[in-house]
């Protein structure tokens, strides 16, 4: 996940400073940094942000980044109030106070990992870490977290609250899947369907995409492209497991914040394996001399479906070919 910090001051330059330098060290991918300078003082290494803040904050939530604010959390909520809309695709918020001391994730603590990237940065840096939601202070299981961790679907939102209240009162929580179902009611069941009585009903996710691209394509053109495809397919994006490519377009920006934006695994393939998917593929012989495979987005989409079933073959964009495959557990 992108992750853009801004600050106001030296003193909050000096804290996205000491972050990356840590990050450096660690082999950790550093935070953009960006600086909001009326004198037009810019430290080396910062951009300066043209427009206003507001301005800034929703075209980073448009991109699916953290953002991270050493200054006061005041401005931090005022500059993202206009974009704020749903918890479980909501970007992850962290504001930091000036002299690096506390840092506190103030949305998206659960779904969007805000709560364990604030910890990450507090270890970077020497400060503490201040963490509200109630399932961590109180040491409870967290439905979200588990929905995250495991690439799970969330189906009816309102059972994470039911499940959290009553892991915060120290009772047990019961977990089952479809094949294993008890007669009794469950606290949360992970299953894509069931006729059982839940609480919070998980769901794998069925579905992995398929890229091929030229190089140097933004996330924007991707983004566009794809959705497109699956808006067609009658697909929420919700719903897909994994993006898959070749292995020589893992480092491709554009597919790595898009993948980014929508919390997806991106998984690669060497040529040698690609050509050992098993299916008939529509062939490119540019493609072939290019890459060392006739066909990327559909070779990929079927491996990373473990040899599932093709939903939507090829299909071409400017620069850009998806294909979407059913896994192989759903057929």
Known sequence: MNKSAICFTKRGAEVIRRINEAAREKGMRQVSAYVMSEDGDVPDGYVQVKGTLREW????????????????????????????????????VIVIDDGGSFVIPVLS???????????????????????????DVNGAFAADVFA????????????????SS?????????????DYPPSDPVDVMVADET?????????????VI?????????????????????????????DVYAACTIDIKENERGLKDFC???RLPLITFDAPLLNKAPGSFDPSDFVR?????????????????DGGEMIVRKTKGEGLTCAVARRRRYL
């Open 57 to 92: 904050a929703g075209e980073r939530f448009a991109d699916g980044d953290c953002i991270i604010c050493v200054g006061a959390a005041g401005i931090a909520v005022r500059a993202i109030a206009g974009c704020v809309s749903d918890k479980l695709n909501d970007p992850p």
């Open 109 to 135: 603590g659960h779904a969007g990992g805000a709560d364990r990237i604030a910890a990450t940065i507090a270890g970077l840096i020497g400060a503490v870490p201040v963490i509200t939601t109630s399932t």
């Open 148 to 163: 995250a961790e495991n690439n799970l679907r969330i189906i009816n939102r309102e059972g994470i609250k039911k499940v």
């Open 166 to 178: 009553k892991a915060i009162e120290g009772k047990s929580i019961t977990l089952s899947i479809k």
């Open 195 to 207: 006729d059982r009585e839940y609480s919070l009903l998980l769901a794998p996710k069925k579905y």
């Open 210 to 238: 398929g890229i091929g691209l030229k190089k140097g394509k933004t996330c924007g053109e991707i983004d566009e492209f794809v959705s497109g495809v699956l808006k067609d397919a009658d697909i929420d994006v919700s």
């Open 260 to 262: 980014s934006k929508y």
């Open 289 to 305: 001399e290019v890459t060392g495979t006739d066909n990327v987005c559909e070779r990929a989409a079927m491996l990373g479906s």
